[in-house]
């Protein structure tokens, strides 16, 4: 069974950081695209950030600059170390794996 589970989240105050994980099971054999998306109650599931497995990234506007998605593809490891925090970063955040595999998320709250 493929598992893709989340750590790293937690309660941090504006313009504080944290740095999430997102380590993927074994049994994936080939990893492709890790990526980062969030969500808070009411909205649509949100791309964040994605990276390719040569280490394209892109990230969504809102957090250029901020965030900074990176990968350990011995370790079927990806990172999302975020800067500057806001209280609108505010979310549960998913990492997903070949656009298939999803975790079960991890809550991050930016709140003073």
């Known amino acids: 069974q493929v598992q893709v589970v989340e750590s790293g989240g937690g309660l941090v105050q504006p313009g504080g950081s944290l740095r999430l994980s997102c380590e993927a099971s074994?049994?994936?054999?080939?990893?492709?695209?890790m990526a980062w998306y969030r969500q808070t109650p009411g909205k649509e599931r949100e791309l964040v950030a994605t990276t390719s497995s040569i280490g394209v990234t892109n990230y969504a506007d809102s957090v250029k600059g901020r965030f900074t998605i990176s990968r350990d593809n011995a370790k079927k490891t990806v990172y999302l170390q975020m800067n500057s925090l806001k209280s609108e970063d505010t979310a549960i955040y998913y990492c997903n794996i070949n656009s298939r595999h999803w975790g079960q998320g991890t809550q991050v709250t930016v709140s003073s």
């Open positions: 074994r049994n994936i054999a080939r990893i492709f695209a």
